[in-house]
């Protein structure tokens, strides 16, 4: 026996020697032609010009989602006026929901219910009730239930049974609200369709929300409708409901942002960014410690109340080194951001400083980009091409100065 292992094991030997060898002989030639790559990238870099796709156009929506949505409104706007009582959750049921609100993990004790009230007044079950016959809401319902509801919740408050586990990040949005981040519109107006149907295709860089290409475009398009269908309150003034998303009762004025042609990258331009970066704030929520420059964790800054729409904490601003952003790093993403601003949490809304100067805030951000950073997907191209590190890190990350410490 011990005649035949010793043979046995020399030739294991040798074969892992050749494996070995013929590993190193492939990886030695990918890295060859990677570091090509390499310097070309860093080549780019230095002129303060990340190449970023952008993402491709929208399709229209089907006529017949747009029209399903606008029976939904008539159907509500009749109900809220005939009989709005039909509409509205009363002692029992309200209760019980102020008390499903309240112990949803993240909101604090000292959130006072008043503020939400007019939000969760509403009777999510009579508003599915509305959908009857309208095939693109009952189909968006559906496929919400299967692919959302367990991080948005059932209704759509953003307390889905995933928020019971983690909440390291940000909470999921609650749509009765009608506020969102990702828009072309001004701040304080409500999104477009296809700013919804990019935030469904793309998801949200940086966060838990995932992206959803893998559903059909009709599929999209239906939950995008389905998402505006939640966006309702109570206005116990008036005494009816309303949809911010609908256009007749005059509280979506459709507002785009007028981001216009992007001015040249220069010296100049990075230069003055960085003084309104200064001047305007962002320093105060955006820049750490002397060792983490730009970009900034709450404890650090002593930022301790920061919250959300529902009155939840928001953990950090954005690390702008990064490139990881919630929807798109592109200049017209990044000025869209700063232009409208989140509309959820701290970080106010800058659509009245000149134009020029937004422009000059987004250039100096993508100064500070690190160049040997996993790359966010600037397009919807998130799930076929997930972010690569490119070679040659070193000495680029060098030149730039933005090393880690
Ligand atoms: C794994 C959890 C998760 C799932 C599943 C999920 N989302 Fe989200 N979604 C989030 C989180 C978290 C946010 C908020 C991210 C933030 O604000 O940083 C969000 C935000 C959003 C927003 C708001 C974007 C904005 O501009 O503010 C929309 C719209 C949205 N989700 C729709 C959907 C739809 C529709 C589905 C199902 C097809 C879905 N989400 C599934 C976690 C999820
Ligand atoms: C009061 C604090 C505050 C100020 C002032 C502030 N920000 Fe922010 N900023 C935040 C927070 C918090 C976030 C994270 C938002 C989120 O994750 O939704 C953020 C996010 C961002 C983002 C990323 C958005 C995305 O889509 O991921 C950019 C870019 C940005 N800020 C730039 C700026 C610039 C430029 C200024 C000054 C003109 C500025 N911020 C001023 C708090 C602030």
Redesign the pocket.
């Known amino acids: 026996m011990r005649k035949l292992i010793n043979p046995l094991l020399s030739l294991i030997a040798i074969a892992l020697v050749v494996a070995l060898w013929a590993y190193h002989w492939a990886s030695n030639s990918d890295s060859a032609s990677n570091s090509d790559e390499g310097s070309n990238s860093a080549k780019e870099t230095e002129s303060y010009r990340p190449t970023l796709e952008h993402d491709p156009p929208v399709p229209d929506p089907p006529k017949a989602a747009v029209r399903d949505f606008e029976t939904f409104l008539d159907r509500l706007r009749a109900a809220s006026e005939t009989n709005a009582d039909s509409l509205l959750l009363h002692r029992d049921a309200l209760e019980r929901a102020e008390q499903v609100f309240r112990n949803s993990v993240g909101v604090p004790d000292d959130v006072p219910i008043e503020m939400h009230r007019p939000f969760f007044t509403i009777d999510p079950e009579a508003v599915f009730a509305l959908y009857f016959d309208l095939p693109t809401l009952e189909r968006g319902l559906g496929l919400y239930q299967q692919h959302c509801s367990g991080c948005h919740g059932t209704y759509g408050r953003g307390n889905g049974s995933a928020t019971q586990q983690w909440y390291a990040g940000?909470f999921p949005r609650n749509f009765w609200y009608g506020k969102f981040?990702?828009r072309s519109t001004r701040y304080g107006v409500v999104p477009t369709d296809s700013d919804l149907y990019r935030t469904l295709t793309r998801g949200l860089y940086?966060?838990t929300m995932p992206p959803f290409r893998h559903l059909s475009v009709q599929d999209r398009w239906a939950l995008v409708q389905f998402v505006k269908s939640l966006a309702n309150f109570y206005d116990d003034y008036d005494e009816v409901i309303v949809n911010r998303f609908d256009r007749k009762a005059d509280r979506s004025k459709s507002a785009a942002l007028d981001v216009g042609d992007e001015p040249p990258v220069t010296l100049d331009s990075v230069t003055r960014g960085r003084v309104?970066?200064i001047e305007?704030?962002?320093i105060?929520?955006?820049q750490g410690s002397k060792s983490k420059p730009v970009g900034l964790a709450r404890g650090e800054g002593g930022?301790t109340n920061?919250t959300d729409e529902m009155g939840r904490p928001?953990g950090?601003?954005?690390n702008?080194t990064t490139r990881?952003?919630?929807?798109g790093a592109a200049s017209s993403?990044?000025f869209r951001?700063?232009s409208g601003g989140?509309t959820?949490?701290?970080?106010?809304s800058?659509q009245n400083i000149p134009n020029e100067d937004r422009w000059a805030?987004v250039h100096y951000?993508q100064s500070v980009f690190k160049p040997d950073y996993p790359q966010a997907p600037a397009s919807a191209d998130a799930l076929a091409h997930p972010p690569t590190t490119d070679d040659g890190k070193s000495d680029s990350a060098a030149a730039n100065g933005s090393g880690e410490e």
Request: with cysteine.
């Open positions: 940000n981040k990702s940086g966060s309104l970066f305007q704030g962002c105060k929520c955006h930022f920061w928001i950090h601003s954005r702008l990881v952003f919630l929807s993403d990044l951001i700063i989140p959820i949490g701290p970080m106010p800058y805030l951000v």
